[in-house]
């Protein structure tokens, strides 16, 4: 059996003629009920990641929360699959917002995010009751003073640490956009702490994403522990996945005990930690399902699909390297192809340099680890209508997130 298979959702295999199968549905029959592309994501697989987090977090530090971080997928349907396992919700907008109310969350249990929040976000969270809203500089003070009602607030915090990952989601280093150096921090909070609406509930620290080494996570406990004692430390996210065999993400029980090593060292025994697994939660969880179009062979051999750019930026944003496999022809020897989308822009490649096994037009072509950040940052590009979203359970096909219509692309013309 391929090694590609290990990049799949956990349980998925080839059935007996070689095709794939995910969450016990076979990626043919999804693509011929559901048309091409297609976000399969396997939701066994996902529920056992939300598990997985919330029991190893509440083993090591009973006092804690987990938040999935739902910029990664913000589907009303996966963030509903989170609160069903027990889970709270990090939001960084108002329509993350709405959509963790409609997946029925606790009002209490979200954490609201961004460093230029708007008077409608401040506003919004205020008046839905949401739980802590994560000050990130002195205008958001004003803005929620402004509101006239009562909240509770952790501010974020610098720590100066600078991980190993792309410079595009890098956020704990001096001059991140994120958070306020310990200095301004501390004025800050001595403000907050005056304040007659406010109450200073804690600090959050997060230094990036994609992060494949556990020690970046435990330097930046320290600098919050600095900035004294509070009732509740927002530890962040940012552990990396597998996309490719080469990445080696550490578990999530390894990446745990050096946090929550680091947590008991500096950290009172009595607050309340939280953390925000995103990318590492859902990312292994999906895989997307092409249509080959086009197979043009020269100094480089092209194989072009049905998607691209418009379901997937993560390579033109991030250089995040995907591998990809012909359905029903991963076992057999390959040739070195790129595989682009059809978007007009030469920066559309979803995979540069991977082996198909003769890739001709109309074969169906996977691609694994595309649950975090493809559905998030998909766009209308060259009039692209955006991809469904199909949830595959004990081989049974739920459609969440149906297929953009050619209406839906001009509904907002008012001329």
């Not at 799949?8 to 995910?22: C, E, K, N, Q």
């Not at 109310?101 to 009751?129: M, Q, T």
């Not at 435990?218 to 996309?243: I, M, Q």
């Not at 050096?258 to 060292?265: F, T």
Request: glycine residues 10%.
């Amino acid at each position: 059996m391929s090694d590609l298979l290990e990049l799949f959702p956990a349980g998925s295999r080839l059935d007996a003629d070689g095709t794939l199968i995910v969450g016990g549905c076979r990626a043919d029959d999804l693509a011929a009920e559901f048309g091409t592309p297609v976000l399969v994501v396997a939701e066994q697989a996902l529920r056992a990641r939300a598990r997985e987090y919330r029991d190893e977090l509440t083993t090591r530090w009973p006092n804690s929360r987990v938040v999935f971080a739902s910029k990664a997928f913000p589907s009303t349907a996966i963030q509903r699959v989170m609160v069903e396992e027990g889970l709270g919700l990090d939001v960084a907008g108002g329509g993350e917002i709405l959509t963790a109310l409609k997946a029925g969350v606790d009002p209490a249990l979200i954490v609201l995010h961004g460093n230029a929040k708007s008077d409608e976000e401040i506003a919004l969270a205020v008046e839905r009751g949401i739980g802590l809203v994560v000050v990130d500089n002195a205008d958001d003070v004003d803005r929620l003073e402004a509101t006239g009602r009562p909240q509770d607030v952790l501010v974020r915090i610098i720590p100066g640490v600078t991980a190993d990952t792309h410079a595009h989601v890098l956020t704990g280093h001096e001059g991140s956009k994120f958070g306020l150096a310990p200095a301004d921090a501390a004025r800050l909070i001595q403000r907050i702490e005056h304040s007659p609406r406010l109450r200073m509930r804690g600090l959050h620290v997060h230094v990036g994403s994609q992060i494949l080494d556990v020690e970046p996570f435990a330097e930046s406990v320290a600098p919050v522990a600095r900035l004294g004692e509070f009732e509740v430390y927002d530890l962040g996210g940012g552990l990396g996945a597998r996309y490719t065999w080469a990445d080696k993400p550490p578990s999530v029980a390894a990446y745990l005990d050096v946090l929550i090593g680091a947590a008991k060292q500096h950290l009172p025994a009595s607050a309340q930690l939280i953390i925000e697994p995103g990318r590492s939660m859902v990312c292994t969880a999906a895989t997307t399902i092409y249509r080959v179009t086009t197979v043009k062979r020269g100094a480089i051999t092209f194989v072009a699909v049905d998607g691209g750019m418009g379901d997937n930026l993560e390579v033109a944003l991030f250089e995040q390297r995907f591998e990809a496999g012909i359905i029903g022809r991963f076992d057999e020897p390959g040739e070195t192809v790129t595989v682009v989308g059809r978007h007009c822009e030469s920066g559309d490649v979803l995979v540069d340099g991977v082996p198909l096994s003769d890739p001709k037009v109309g074969d169906l072509l996977a691609v694994p680890a595309t649950g975090a950040y493809c559905y998030t940052m998909a766009n209308n590009y060259n009039g692209n209508r955006r991809i469904p979203v199909v949830f595959a359970n004990d081989g049974v096909p739920r459609l969440v997130v149906r297929r953009e219509t050619w209406d839906d692309l001009m509904a907002r013309d008012v001329d």
